[in-house]
């Protein structure tokens, strides 16, 4: 099973919280919290206290007017957290010495989005009555943790996948000074519709179509819809080729199933997938990518089945950025569907060039 355990990682990185493999940089993180009082989301509701969890490596590197200057913050995907990029695929690809990200240079940070990780969330104990984020909130949420919370008034990097990918293009727009270079992977820029939006929306109604959801105020999980959510997750962050090649056999794939559900329905909790999914409606930067000014390597995978290419989204779209770069990786038995983005070796030599073209900007 350690084969097949392997194969689907991506998608446990991407979609769940779970606990990373040990790398010599989760014993370097430094953790912490920083505390928004009195945070208003958009839909007028509030929390006294909003706790923004954070994880950091290196050190940050101030110019003669006490502005950091080699700031990169990474940003998760949907029921991720900012521990995801402690993984080996990600972390020792990118931090060690005279890797792009070398932890020497660069100041890493790595937030918890709202809703995620160790960031407040719904199963904190408000359960529904949790104020209804989306990922205006969040972006806002990323930026108050920066220059409240760090200090910090520019990024050297801004990278993100999946949600963490949205949420770049949303930066671009809103902040458009704030990044020296951006890299979104794995999203498109325009509204969660069409197949991207059915998913979602059955994952949604599936947990809230099981009895035991009593509107979210539970006292057991709702099991039964979880795992139907979950079933919709585990297809959206699918990689037939290398699915294919890991689990050739019907035995093989079955196996898998009953595994991974064994150990992941005891770490859901069905109140914060809810919000998690929920949080995308907001989303629509389609309007506004002309904003963006921010050098810019987009990056998708073709066997992503959330944003496939068959869409023809994208390349119009990068037409529309002043200074942005689309790439598209070609789908093998390696790479990792929705999930290539967390493998940095899929993408690494890109990351060195956006690096030179912005370093003077």
Not at 210 to 220: I, L, T
Not at 328 to 348: E, M, N, S, V, Y
Request: hydrophobic share 40%; proline share 7%.
């Amino acid at each position: 099973m350690r084969i097949l355990a392997a194969a689907f990682s991506a998608l446990a990185l991407t979609m769940a919280g779970s606990a990373m493999a040990a790398t010599p940089y989760a014993e370097q993180v430094t953790q912490g919290d920083y505390v928004v009082p009195n945070f208003t989301f958009k839909s007028g509701e509030s929390l006294p206290n909003l706790k923004l969890h954070y994880r950091t490596l290196g050190q940050p590197k101030r110019d003669a007017q006490g502005h950091v200057t080699n700031a990169v913050m990474v940003l998760h995907g949907t029921g991720g957290s900012g521990a995801q990029f402690l993984s080996p695929q990600f972390a020792d690809e990118l931090y060690g010495p005279g890797q792009p990200l070398d932890i020497t240079r660069y100041y890493i940070i790595l937030p918890d989005g709202i809703g995620h990780g160790a960031s407040s969330k719904p199963s904190n104990g408000l359960r529904a009555k949790f104020p209804h984020y989306g990922y205006a909130d969040m972006v806002e949420a990323q930026r108050l943790l920066l220059v409240d919370g760090l200090k910090i008034d520019h990024l050297r990097l801004l990278m993100g996948t999946s949600m963490g990918c949205m949420h770049g293009f949303m930066w671009g727009e809103l902040h458009p000074d704030f990044a020296q270079a951006i890299m979104p992977m794995a999203c498109l820029p325009v509204q969660i519709a069409g197949l991207n939006r059915v998913w979602r929306k059955a994952a949604m109604e599936s947990i809230k179509a099981d009895p035991a959801w009593m509107g979210g105020d539970y006292q057991q999980q709702p099991v039964l819809g979880l795992r139907g959510a979950v079933n919709l997750l585990l297809v959206a962050g699918s990689a037939p080729p290398n699915w294919q090649a890991a689990a050739p056999t019907r035995d093989a794939a079955d196996a898998f199933f009953e595994e991974r559900f064994a150990k992941d329905l005891p770490t859901r909790d069905a109140n914060d997938m809810l919000y998690q999914i929920a949080a995308s409606s907001d989303y629509d930067p389609s309007k506004d990518l002309e904003k963006i000014t921010a050098p810019m390597t987009w990056v998708n995978s073709s066997d992503d089945f959330i944003n496939p290419p068959s869409l023809g989204i994208a390349e119009p779209a990068a037409k529309r950025l002043k200074n942005g770069k689309f790439i598209l990786i070609q789908a093998t038995p390696d790479t990792r569907g929705h999930g290539t983005h967390t493998w940095a070796k899929f993408w690494k030599k890109d990351l060195v060039e956006l690096l030179a073209k912005s370093e003077k900007r």
